[in-house]
């Protein structure tokens, strides 16, 4: 079945150090692919997405890019800041079922 | 634009009784979804609902019933808490199943069941 295998956390950095989070998938079709971050004490909040293959999402900083040959979506961003700080979900969708979403992975930014 | 709005916030429950989580969206959307999170296994859904009038099961839908009261509010009920209940519960919405579509979730709800 479909299936989203995310890094296990948690992460620590410094600040303005180089993150990825690496996330791979498993799914029949061609699903589309999804960063959410949840900060403390809040909802999930989409932070990208990607639709097709190739494509690469990007907001706040962070990118990811859908890789087809690899299964992968890891999510990368060049120096984390302090309120970046939080929970970062990979996820997918095929169209015929619900959003399936990763284990999470808790980063914290030191100062 | 409150987006999706969850009730309660916090909630402690003792074994067997019953309560529901509600859950209200002031987008107009179609489908609406209830989550709930657990530490190490991310975010396993329980039921959704892609329109008013319809709703389906979803990875772990025993213990829990639902009603989509109309297009808006889309409840989760407890009939007989169970401590394996104790969890953080999202409700989420979005435009349209399978049209890649952001969702929105609410801020949760923590339950704990005693």
């Known amino acids: 079945g479909d299936s989203v295998t995310q890094m296990e956390g948690p992460v620590t950095l410094s600040e303005e150090a180089f993150l990825t989070i690496n996330c791979t998938y498993t799914a029949t079709g061609y699903p589309s692919l999804f960063w959410y971050v949840q900060y403390p004490g809040e909802g999930l909040q989409l932070l990208l997405k990607?639709?097709?293959?190739?494509d690469k999402g990007s907001n706040k900083g962070f990118e990811a890019t859908y890789r087809k040959e690899t299964t992968s979506f890891h999510l990368e961003k060049g120096s984390v800041q302090v309120s970046d700080s939080a929970v970062y979900f990979c996820?997918?969708?095929?169209?015929?079922?619900?959003?399936?979403f990763g284990t999470g992975t808790r980063l914290t930014v030191i100062p | 634009n409150a987006g999706v709005t969850q009730t309660p916030k916090f909630q402690v429950l003792k074994t067997g009784q019953s309560m529901t989580l509600q859950c209200a969206q002031d987008m107009n959307h179609n489908s609406m979804y209830w989550y709930r999170q657990d530490p190490g296994m991310g975010l396993r859904l329980i039921y959704y609902?892609?329109?008013?009038?319809?709703?389906d099961k979803g990875e772990v839908p025993n213990g829990y019933n639902v009603s989509r009261l109309n297009k808006r509010e889309f409840s989760l009920r407890l009939e007989s808490a169970a401590p394996s209940q104790t969890s953080v519960y999202f409700c989420?919405?979005?435009?349209?199943?399978?049209?890649?579509?952001?969702?929105?979730f609410g801020q949760g709800t923590r339950l704990t069941v005693v």
């Open positions: 609902s892609a329109s008013e009038g319809t709703t």
């Open positions: 989420a919405s979005s435009g349209a199943r399978g049209a890649n579509t952001e969702a929105f």
């Open positions: 990607a639709t097709k293959a190739d």
């Open positions: 996820a997918l969708e095929t169209g015929a079922n619900n959003l399936f």
